[in-house]
């Protein structure tokens, strides 16, 4: 098996693709860290692997926005975010799920340590979770939203992603209507 070079990205994460000889049909990706893995036939041209490693993306993408988080989880979570980001000097309390916030995405009490996330955030894609939990993260060491706050959030490669993610769902949310699907 052999791994391809030169990474390629997805969004911002990067993306290997490994052939092999000795698969033939099957296709398959896992994450490692923050990289995406597919493995692939040897035998596959340049076209079907960039159409298989969009399938596989997406595929990884729906699995991962099912998946939610315990509270256990979610602290290890923040724990490691704040190692990767923050150097570790971020150290919460508590990191909990609630569900009394509707109109915010999570909150921060620095004096207590505490980090709540909104229910709502469960079932979003795990880089929307992640920005709220470094946003959060980011108060425990500036409480404000100036500009030292924004310089400390600028080390998450996804932060405009996010927080367009999360700007959609709420104009979605204003829409006096969903609009029906063709041929309902």
Not at 86 to 110: D, I, K, L, M, Y
């Amino acid at each position: 098996m052999s791994a391809d070079p030169s990474p390629r990205l997805a969004g911002t994460s990067a993306v290997e693709v490994r052939r092999s000889t000795r698969r033939s049909r099957t296709v398959s990706a896992y994450r490692e860290g923050d990289r995406t893995i597919v493995l692939i036939p040897a035998r596959m041209s340049e076209a079907e692997e960039r159409r298989w490693v969009t399938v596989m993306l997406d595929k990884l993408a729906a699995q991962e926005s099912k998946r939610v988080l315990g509270d256990s989880e979610l602290t290890e979570r923040a724990e490691r975010l704040s190692d990767q980001y923050f150097g570790g000097r971020a150290r919460p309390a508590s990191v909990r799920w609630v569900t009394n916030q509707n109109t915010r995405w999570g909150s921060c009490t620095p004096a207590e340590g505490s980090i709540r996330l909104s229910h709502r955030l469960q079932g979003m894609p795990e880089y929307v979770v992640d920005y709220v939990l470094v946003h959060e993260l980011a108060h425990l060491l500036v409480p404000g939203h100036g500009p030292r706050f924004w310089r400390l959030l600028e080390a998450y490669p996804r932060t405009e992603r996010a927080r367009g993610y999360l700007e959609g769902v709420v104009a979605a949310e204003r829409l006096p209507y969903l609009p029906v699907a063709r041929g309902e």
